[in-house]
């Protein structure tokens, strides 16, 4: 099992920043991905962001590629989310996953490709 708990939501105004933290406890040696989703009201959960966990490569949404930056740190087992440039679009509830399907291509981007999910955190982006 691996347990989730992201941090670091909150309330920016359009064009700040903020950086979303996801610690990873548990079985973390069985995570070969992390991602992150977010649902804004009424809509579905989408994907955002993802990392995969052998080679560190990533892969974005295009409506946050060059503005969100997901990164890691080993020694802490977390996953981190990088947002610049926010835009009151961008406002929703933010959740971040584990996967422990190991791909030797291509990377982790629906939603019932991760097992283990966080409770979210809230992004508010005021215009």
């Known amino acids: 099992q691996v347990q989730l708990v992201e941090s670091g939501g909150g309330l920016v105004q359009a064009g700040g920043s903020l950086r979303l933290s996801c610690a990873a406890s548990?079985?973390?040696?069985?995570?070969?991905?992390m991602g992150w989703f977010r649902q804004a009201p009424g809509k579905e959960r989408e994907f955002v962001a993802t990392?995969?966990?052998?080679?560190?490569?990533?892969y974005y949404s295009d409506s946050v590629k060059g503005r969100f930056t997901i990164s890691r740190d080993n020694a802490k087992n977390t996953a981190y989310l990088q947002m610049n440039s926010l835009k009151p679009e961008d406002t929703a509830v933010y959740y971040c996953?584990?996967?422990?399907?190991?791909?030797?291509?291509?990377?982790?981007?629906?939603?019932?490709?991760?097992?283990?999910w966080g409770q979210g955190t809230q992004v508010t982006v005021s215009s």
């Open positions: 996953a584990a996967s422990i399907t190991y791909y030797n291509f291509g990377y982790h981007l629906t939603m019932d490709e991760y097992d283990y």
């Open positions: 548990g079985h973390t040696f069985s995570i070969r991905a």
């Open positions: 990392m995969r966990w052998s080679d560190g490569s990533t």
